[in-house]
Nanobody, 127 residues
Framework: QVQLVESAGGLVQAGGSLRLSCAVS????????MGWFRQTPGKEREFVAT????????YYGDSVRGRFTISRDTAKSSLYLQMKSLKPDDTAVYYC????????????????????WGKGTQVTVSS
């Protein structure tokens, strides 16, 4: 069984930066394409970013492209999300997720294709 644990989020002012991490245990980290999603009350979980198993390919949601960077460290079995120029609209619970059975250079944008999820971490951006 795979376990994903996000780091603590936090409260940050608009324009600020925050880095989230996700520790993955239980299976070989490099076996999974990884992604970040976010959700606010009453809304569906929204795609934020994804990274291929190889780490060579990434893809971002329109609302975060150019401000967020996803990365992974195989040696540490960890996924990261560097967030810059944060906006109040970025306020949400952020989730990391792992997708199994994916090709080495494939990114996964559809939340339905993810097999494992973390419990989420709250990020609040104040205006």
């Amino acid at each position: 069984q795979v376990q994903l644990v996000e780091s603590a989020g936090g409260l940050v002012q608009a324009g600020g930066s925050l880095r989230l991490s996700c520790a993955v245990s239980g299976r070989t980290f490099s076996s999974y394409a990884m992604g970040w999603f976010r959700q606010t009350p009453g809304k569906e979980r929204e795609f934020v970013a994804t990274i291929s198993r190889s780490g060579a390919l990434t893809y971002y949601g329109d609302s975060v492209r150019g401000r967020f960077t996803i990365s992974r460290d195989t040696a540490k079995s960890s996924l990261y999300l560097q967030m810059k120029s944060l906006k109040p609209d970025d306020t949400a619970v952020y989730y990391c997720a792992a997708a199994a059975g994916v090709g080495l250079h494939i990114t996964v944008r559809d939340k339905a294709e993810y097999d494992y999820w973390g419990k989420g971490t709250q990020v609040t951006v104040s205006s």
